[in-house]
């Protein structure tokens, strides 16, 4: 069994699909690892780290491969380049962008898209989403504290005191609920709401106020969000509209899986808050809980700042990658039986995750049965 772990090509991604200790545990279970070199270098893991627990550094070329180990959609080069049957194994980015999809079936690769992790218990382990956002939402409260031009906690001097922050956060996933910690710790006094009424017992528990209209719970049962009703937009809008004015730092956190991102923040909104306020928009990348948020930039409006920044878990590569690679390896151990690789199609998370096979689309999202 070969596993290849190539580097990244996508734009400003630095994390990497696989770090030492997953490696080592690889070559434990009897399998030769192969590592691109430079794979590692954005998430400050060098090459001789792979190579210290048995790894072998090659330039490229993974066409024997039985496994390939990825962080984002592989390119077209390296899809063209796998031998049929491969496993492929990452964020495929499932949503959206039919021909790419179409390209990963092409390959003849058996493919599975983290993303879609059935949310049970015993998934919790293989979460890429849920150990992404977690970094994300620390670094979103971060970058919002180095762009806010006052302190965030409550200081108490001879020459007078210093208030705290306010800031709210929009949406409690794992996200949210980090950011909600986070926040706390700085000093902030800190708000949060969501359309799920259950997150209400969470956001107090971290000592932050729950902010919630009067309307349908918006629950699914798989734990996510769903779209409101026009008339609970409506309430959830106009209550929102009513807090924001108060704040000073705003992070949006809200996704709904497979469509654009739900605008929470309007242009309206945004001109209501005092000059000197920070957005930071998680969602910007599906379009943004904010519709001035733009990917990458830090827009300025009515001295209002709107930061976009893409992919904030890869900021944090250094700790991004050792859990994106634990999540990946622990999935893996569900195929790995005595050394040999072999497929369940019963087992949930497989069955859940996989995206294509023997050259076709199969999972139901693509009208697969």
Do not use: W
Not at 37 to 44: L, V
């Amino acid at each position: 069994m070969k596993i290849a772990i190539p580097t990244e090509t996508q734009a400003g991604e630095s994390r990497v699909a696989a770090s030492p200790d997953t490696v080592k545990a690889f070559i434990k279970k009897g399998a030769e690892v192969v590592v691109q070199a430079g794979a590692g270098k954005g998430a400050s893991i060098p090459d001789d780290a792979f190579a210290a627990v048995g790894a072998k550094i090659v330039p490229s070329g993974f066409g024997d491969a039985d496994v390939v180990l990825t962080v984002r959609r592989p390119s077209g080069e390296l899809l063209s380049s796998l031998k049929r049957g491969a496993i492929l194994i990452g964020g495929l980015e499932p949503y959206g962008d039919k021909a790419g999809l179409d390209s990963i079936a092409a390959s003849g690769a058996t493919a599975f898209a983290m993303e879609l992790m059935p949310r049970i218990t015993r998934a919790q382990s293989m979460d890429i989403l849920s150990s992404q956002a977690n970094l994300a939402g620390y670094k979103a409260v971060i970058d919002a504290a180095f762009h806010f031009t006052r302190a965030f906690p409550m200081m108490m001097t001879a020459a007078g005191t210093v208030p705290a922050a306010r800031v709210f956060i929009m949406g409690v996933g794992v996200a949210g609920l980090q950011a909600i910690a986070t926040a706390r710790r700085l000093g902030a006094i800190v708000s949060a709401t969501d359309v799920r009424k259950a997150t209400e017992e969470q956001v107090k528990s971290l000592g932050a106020k729950f902010v919630y209209a009067d309307i349908a719970d918006a629950a699914t049962s798989g734990g996510y969000a769903k779209e409101l009703s026009a008339e609970d937009k409506s309430k959830q809008a106009a209550l929102v509209a009513a807090h924001v004015k108060t704040q000073d730092v705003i992070i949006t956190t809200a996704l709904i899986p497979g469509r654009p991102a739900p605008v929470l923040i309007t242009q309206e909104m945004v001109e209501s808050m005092k000059p000197g306020s920070i957005i930071v928009d998680l969602a910007v990348e599906r379009g943004g809980n904010c519709p001035l948020s733009k990917p990458d930039q830090i827009v300025e409006h009515h001295g209002v700042k709107i930061v976009g920044t893409v992919n904030l878990a890869g900021k944090l590569a250094g700790n991004a990658s050792p859990l994106f690679a634990k999540n990946l390896a622990n999935f893996l151990d569900l195929m790995i039986k005595d050394g040999a690789l072999k497929i369940d199609d019963a087992d949930e998370c497989i069955k859940g995750t996989m995206i294509a096979r023997d050259g076709a689309l199969v999972h139901p999202m693509f009208g697969a049965k």
